[in-house]
């Protein structure tokens, strides 16, 4: 009887396979080459090794990949012909579809990075075997770009179609949520929820969709440990436990030699690879609808050693076209709803407030989850990570290191050296401004309701708005004061309801119920500052005089603005016990806030996100000594009026709006 764990060519397996060649060995079994006799077709072959057959639970999971492949109905899997138990060696085996061709971590090595648009091409076929098994209720649990194989294709025009590999580590979702199991997955890709016996969901594989897109953009690892030549197990934990972890375009200018990402793929990577599984994409459909409208975009500049010139990119998907509208441009931001939220002394509408920016304490530090390192190497093995901080998706950190706030004066700091006539307007991180700032050229134009011709000096703007956990840096700093909070435990409290701080799963949302004071605060210690409403207004504008709204001249729509649909007029009778009625074509899936990106589809034309609807923003603008000017849309307006690059409102500056936030200039 031939050993089936060193079959040599020629030899006869299970009746019906003859051994061509062996392929690979894995920690679960050995793969052949074979020829199968009954069908005269190549196959693969995979053979249960001897040192796990008599693991039941093992023996199982590899039973288990026979059955798993049936169920999802999807082309971009690999087909599983033939299982059985070897009568001579009883021995589990599987007889798969041979394929050729190789897996997209040894093209990842050949070619270093992709195109965004063959980016998208993969992932759609990726997503589309992930998403059906999602959709079956299976989680694969262990997606890297191993497991990713660009196989040789008959079909005409087409370099190579996508497998997904290795369907046999999958789980079940139903069977997820009633028994916890030990961690399966390899360190580089595996989410939080893996290592400390917490159920699994579908999210689990959006988690390394996300770090994977991200290999596939930069050709490096996010983690940077795991750049490294040498990198051991402890040292990939301790920078994901206890490191930061900036934006996927800052951690990619700091590896360096990588085209700009693309605009959005920061908000994007943040929703894949977010601590709460709540604030991730539910399942694999869901992210990649989200990614078309990011990866869709004209391609980067690639060297040419990091590119194969003779690589298929995918079509780009065509947008439904835009109508046009000829409203006036200018509007005045009406204060009725801001009538409800929070002054900054703490008291009801209508009582004299201060201005204070409070006493700088330090938050109380939320519980982390501890996993003990040796007790997790103990159960899942060499092949496996430990993970429990939750990672930000905007840092915050100061681009030239922290600084106390010097001032609370709104003066500008010394304008930022022109680019020459012949530098094109880029999407990310431009020089000369640092990672997470757009670059706005100098510009004329007619701003606003009075048509004031203005002029601007070229500067830097946030990409995004300030978020949760950015301005959390800032208290922890004790540079910054508190904002209002979120509070459940009070029922008569309306003030707090809609404020960010402190409420769960809202660290990528922007941080609102902060007046100007805070806000300006935040920025100095940044090292930046508040934006003129001059400045505000010809960046909300793409730097076009002639644009109404940051995307263009079309008017809002769902998957360009967070406003008010019927999904926050809900949201308004239930916690505010006020009746709203929204004119808003259509719900965006956040009935308040929504975390900072989320609609790339109403960037500017410089990548700035967020310019219209989510919160409104402070500058450092003033009508008089107490009140301040701010400018754009917010989530609880619904008028396409309110959503123009023009928008703007007086507010008392001790103001603390669930509707309000602000971004920094440079």
């Known amino acids: 009887m031939a050993d089936p764990f060193n079959l040599r060519p020629g030899d006869t397996f299970a009746e019906d396979f003859v051994v061509v060649r062996d392929v690979s060995r894995g920690g679960m079994g050995v793969v052949y080459h074979v020829k199968q006799i009954s069908t005269d077709r190549p196959r693969a072959l995979k053979v249960m090794l001897s040192e796990v057959v008599g693991d039941l639970g093992l023996r199982k999971r590899f039973e288990q990949e026979a059955r798993i492949g049936a169920r999802i109905e999807s082309d971009h899997v690999v087909e599983v012909v033939a299982a059985g138990v070897d009568t001579d060696s009883g021995v589990p085996w599987l007889a798969m579809e041979l394929l050729d061709g190789r897996n997209l971590a040894d093209a990842l090595t050949e070619r270093k990075m992709f195109q965004s ?86 999210e689990t594989d959006v988690w390394a969709l996300g770090l994977i897109a991200f290999k596939m953009l930069t050709g490096a690892y996010y983690w940077k440990s795991a750049n490294r030549d040498e990198v051991t197990i402890p040292q990939l934990m301790r920078e994901i436990l206890f490191g930061d972890l900036p934006l996927a375009s800052i951690r990619a200018a700091e590896i360096g030699d990588t085209p700009p990402l693309p605009a959005g793929f920061d908000a994007w990577f943040g929703r894949c690879v977010a601590r709460s599984r709540s604030e991730r994409f539910a399942n694999a459909d869901l992210a990649l609808e989200n990614v078309r409208r990011v990866l869709s975009s004209v391609d980067r500049e690639i060297a040419p050693h990091a590119q194969d010139a003779e690589s298929p990119s995918a079509p780009s ?77 905007v840092t915050g950190k100061p681009y030239e290191g922290p600084r106390p706030p010097t001032s609370t004066s709104s003066a500008p700091a010394a304008p930022v050296v022109a680019a020459s006539k012949t530098t094109p307007i880029q999407r990310n991180y431009p020089a000369p401004c640092p990672p997470g700032m757009a670059f706005l050229p100098r510009g004329t134009y007619a701003m606003g309701e009075r048509k004031d011709v203005v002029s601007v000096q070229p500067f830097c703007m946030d990409i995004t708005e300030v978020t949760v956990a950015a301005f959390g840096n800032c208290v922890s700093a004790s540079a910054c004061a508190e904002p209002s909070a979120h509070k459940t435990d009070d029922p ?104 900072v990106g989320s609609f790339p589809r109403g960037a500017t034309e410089q990548g700035l996100e967020d310019m219209a609807g989510n919160v409104w923003e402070w500058t450092s603008g003033a009508l008089d000594s107490n009140t301040r000017v701010a400018r754009g849309g917010n989530w609880g307006f619904d008028l396409a009026v309110h959503m123009r690059a023009s928008a703007r409102g007086g507010r008392e500056s001790s103001l603390r709006s669930k509707f309000g936030g602000f971004r920094c200039a440079r």
């Open 317 to 393: 998907p065509a947008l439904p076209p835009e109508r046009t509208d000829d409203e006036d441009a200018v509007t005045e931001l009406p204060m009725s709803r801001d009538a409800a939220d929070t002054p900054s002394s703490g008291r009801p509408e209508g009582t004299a407030n201060a201005q204070r920016v409070g006493n700088g304490r330090k938050p109380t530090k939320k519980t982390r989850r501890w996993i003990s390192i040796a007790m997790s190497l103990g159960a899942i093995g060499t092949g496996a990570l430990g993970f429990s901080q939750g990672m930000r998706l």
């Open 492 to 595: 008569t409290n309306k003030f707090s309801r809609g404020c960010n701080w402190k409420r769960a799963s809202a660290g990528l949302h922007p941080v609102n119920c902060v007046d100007w004071n805070q806000a300006n605060a935040y920025c100095a210690w940044a090292g930046k500052r508040l934006p003129s409403e001059e400045e505000w207004e010809w960046a909300a504008r793409s730097a076009d005089a002639g644009r109404s709204y940051p995307w263009g001249d079309g008017p809002p729509s769902a998957d360009r603005v967070n406003a008010c649909g019927t999904e926050c007029v809900k949201w308004a009778r239930e916690n505010l016990a006020e009746d709203w009625s929204p004119t808003y074509p259509a719900d965006d899936g956040w009935p308040t806030t929504a975390p």
């Open 117 to 202: 648009r063959e980016v998208l091409s993969i992932f759609e076929k990726i997503c589309h075997a992930v998403g059906a098994a999602h959709r079956v209720g299976i989680v694969h649990r262990d997606l890297k770009p191993e497991n990713i194989f660009l196989a040789k294709t008959r079909r005409v025009g087409e370099e190579y179609t996508v497998k997904v590999l290795d369907f046999g580590l999958a789980k079940l979702v139903a069977e997820a949520k009633t028994r916890r199991t030990a961690a399966v997955g390899s360190p580089k890709w595996m989410a939080p929820e893996q290592t400390d016996g917490s159920e699994i969901s579908p």
